[in-house]
């Protein structure tokens, strides 16, 4: 079975509270729901995690790296500033999908650039919580070219 880790950066516990105008109502525990649904449905098994912390973030791409098939990130806040992530993003040799809310390029210049883009095989943004669906998809397809 295709084992995904899906992970999300900071201030994403926050979905759903945080500028709604901007991110939706959508809480985080309805995006799990949505990724454990659309993970059913394709056979995937999927860890979801979120950290506030850099460190750990890596932590959990490490983990990844030994046992899973892939990583889908939404690296938020770290986008334009974590060149650890994206080091540890290489060394995992997984393919890797990047996800965003919001469409990081019609927000503040500051948000254009992403060091984690990198490493991904595949950028989603502004596709709000359903670009986790389609990252999903589309990291089913990565996993099975990856494995043969």
């Not at 659309?38 to 056979?43: D, F, I, Q, R, V």
């Not at 892939?70 to 690296?75: A, E, F, H, K, Q």
Request: with cysteine; proline share 3%; glycine share 8%.
């Amino acid at each position: 079975m295709t084992k995904v880790m899906i992970l999300n950066g900071p201030n994403l516990n926050l979905l759903g509270l945080r500028e709604p105008h901007i991110y939706g109502s959508t809480t985080l525990g309805e995006v799990e729901q949505l990724c454990r649904d659309t993970a059913s449905e394709l056979g995937i098994e999927i860890a979801f995690h979120q950290s506030n912390h850099e460190g750990v973030l890596i932590d959990f791409i490490h983990e990844a790296r030994e046992s899973y098939d892939g990583i889908i990130i939404n690296p938020a806040g770290f986008t334009s500033t974590s060149i650890a992530i994206v080091d540890g993003l290489l060394a995992a040799e997984l393919p890797v999908i990047e996800v965003h809310i919001s469409n990081i390029q019609k927000r503040e210049t500051w948000r254009h650039h992403s060091y984690i883009s990198y490493a991904a095989n595949a950028i989603i943004a502004g596709a709000g919580p359903q670009g986790y669906d389609l990252a999903l998809r589309h990291m089913a397809k990565l996993a099975v070219k990856q494995q043969s």
